[in-house]
């Protein structure tokens, strides 16, 4: 990949909201709720009566229920009614909304154009919703390889164009946010590696008005990143920190986020086992988060003040990797004893950490999928967040609010002695598998600044969807915590 831009992008379908709804559309979807004798069909102004009893008969005799999720189509109209399933409208929240939009979207791909009518709900959780849903990543296949279905083309939605228009604005982009984050994790080690990632987000933040600054393996060791060249050492493809910085005139406070970018883990010569070790594409999860965040807050313009360092590394076994036993010094001169080279995403944090504390940020954020052990403590689906105790809470709040579930985890008295080292400062791993994620938490807090408030969010589960899609969730890179972030943005932003 010499060119500046990904290899392929996932398509975004085109939105716009209509007072009427269209005549020629391939599907028109409307809600159904759960009653106490069966589906509900509420009476819609864009419908007249008979055709709202006619779908309502007809969603009765499939026996539709109107539960959550439910996608019922109805033939023998003119253009086919989709009935989504909205559950009882009384417990009707953002998130319920988002899940079933999103099951709609992912029921109706190879539909090119749909109109949407559901009523006073909320559009930025609709909009969401059936956007996230809709995802899918293109991949690679050759010319002869069957057709797959095409993701859906255009979206109308019946609502109020000019008094929407800016919450519909600002649901467009924090989906494209989203976008950005799961097409960078979905890309293949082989597209992406240190150097062209940082060409494509050098690309990404010029549209979006944002500053990059690129430091090579040359600027790195001058700049003594010690941390970020010891991951890098063992791959042909070096090293890169990327800076990304969104500094509007009248910000009302700073934010500094921090990503791992592991663009492949290998485990170095503390080698994985070969099992699901193509997973580790995603190992840059973090670092994406961080880059789609930076650029979401330039592109919605909030007056908060955002920088992003992005640590990008490949971590490969080879005659110059970095070995068990050795000792590196990080930026900042805290050294470490690696003792097992398979934690590498704690060394390339350290570093940016350390430099992201040079600027004094009122926040420091930063996220990586760091711990096999965030999944044996919180499974799959929930961020473990951890640091300083307020602003920790804060955000893991923010993670739930959203529908990204996040929890507050504890950094422990006993990690505190174990991450001593006989001949270091300090040392990655303590040899024992107890509190995985939280050691790696300990280990990170020796690098953030004096009074600055702090968050370390473990993503190692909930950035790659294993298993099957489901709501607005896809397969493969899901683009957790990129929608916790925005809203944390956008409350600093507001707030006095
Ligand atoms: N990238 C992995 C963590 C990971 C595991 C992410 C599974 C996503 C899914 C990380 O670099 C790693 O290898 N961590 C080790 C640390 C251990 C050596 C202390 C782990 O969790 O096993
Ligand atoms: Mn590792
Ligand atoms: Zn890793």
């Not at 020629?24 to 419908?47: I, K, N, Q, R, Y």
């Not at 086919?80 to 988002?98: H, I, M, Q, T």
């Not at 080698?271 to 919605?300: C, F, Q, T």
């Not at 080879?318 to 000792?327: E, F, H, L, M």
Request: charged residues 20%; proline residues 6%; negative net charge.
């Amino acid at each position: 990949m010499s060119t500046a831009s990904l290899p392929v992008r996932a398509a975004l379908p085109e939105v716009e909201l209509v007072k009427k709804l269209p005549a020629s559309v391939d599907a028109l979807l409307f809600p159904a709720f759960t009653g106490e004798d069966g589906p509900e069909f509420p009476a819609c102004p864009a419908l007249d009566k008979d055709v709202t009893s006619t779908i309502l008969a007809q969603l009765k005799a499939v026996d539709a229920t109107g539960k959550a999720g439910e996608i019922t189509r109805i033939p023998g109209i003119d253009t086919p009614v989709v009935a989504v399933g909205l559950g009882s409208a009384e417990d009707l929240d953002d998130e319920a909304l988002r899940r079933a939009a999103g099951s709609a979207a992912r029921a109706l791909r190879g539909v090119s154009s749909i109109a949407v009518a559901f009523g006073p709900v909320s559009l930025s959780a609709l909009v969401e919703g059936l956007l996230l849903g809709a995802y899918d990543y293109p991949g690679f296949r050759g010319a002869d390889a069957e057709e797959a279905p095409e993701p859906i083309h255009s979206i109308a939605i019946l609502g109020d164009p000019k008094a929407q228009k800016d919450e519909l604005l600002a649901a467009l982009i924090t989906v494209e946010s989203v976008y950005l984050a799961r097409d960078l994790v979905n890309t293949p080690s082989s597209h992406l590696y240190p150097e062209t990632y940082a060409d494509v987000i050098r690309a990404e933040a010029k549209k979006a008005g944002v500053d990059v600054q690129v430091l090579d393996e040359k600027a790195l060791e001058k700049q003594e990143f010690g941390g970020i060249l010891a991951v890098g050492k063992g791959s042909a493809r070096p090293p890169r920190l990327v800076k990304l910085s969104w500094s509007p005139r009248r910000a009302r406070s700073s934010v500094a986020f921090v990503g791992k970018g592991i663009t492949f883990d290998t485990g170095g010569i503390s080698i994985k086992p070969s099992a699901h070790m193509e997973n580790m594409i995603s190992d840059m999860g973090g670092s994406a988060a961080v880059v789609a965040a930076v650029l979401g807050a330039a592109r919605m313009h909030l007056n908060v003040a955002v920088t992003g360092y992005v640590a990008l590394a490949e971590n490969m076994p080879d005659g110059n990797a970095t070995r068990p036993g050795d000792v590196i010094t990080h930026y900042g001169g805290i050294t470490s004893e690696v003792i097992n080279t398979d934690a590498e995403g704690r060394l390339v944090l350290a570093d940016a950490l350390a430099r992201a504390s040079e600027d004094k940020p009122d926040y420091l954020i930063d996220t990586a999928t760091l711990t096999g052990a965030q999944l044996v403590a919180l499974g799959v689906n929930t961020s473990g967040v951890m640091g300083t105790e307020t602003f920790r809470d804060r955000l893991a709040e923010i993670g739930r609010s959203v529908g990204e579930p996040a929890w507050a985890m504890p950094l422990l008295e006993e990690h505190e002695k174990s991450v001593r080292s006989p001949i270091a400062d300090i040392r990655n791993v303590d040899n024992t598998r107890n509190g995985g994620m939280l050691y790696a938490g300990t280990y990170l807090s020796k690098f953030v600044g004096e009074g600055i408030e702090w968050a370390h969010v473990d993503i190692a589960g909930p950035s790659f969807n294993e298993g099957s899609a489901k709501g607005y969730l896809p397969v493969r890179a899901t683009g957790v915590p990129v929608r916790t972030f925005l809203a944390l943005l956008k409350e600093l932003a507001e707030q006095s």
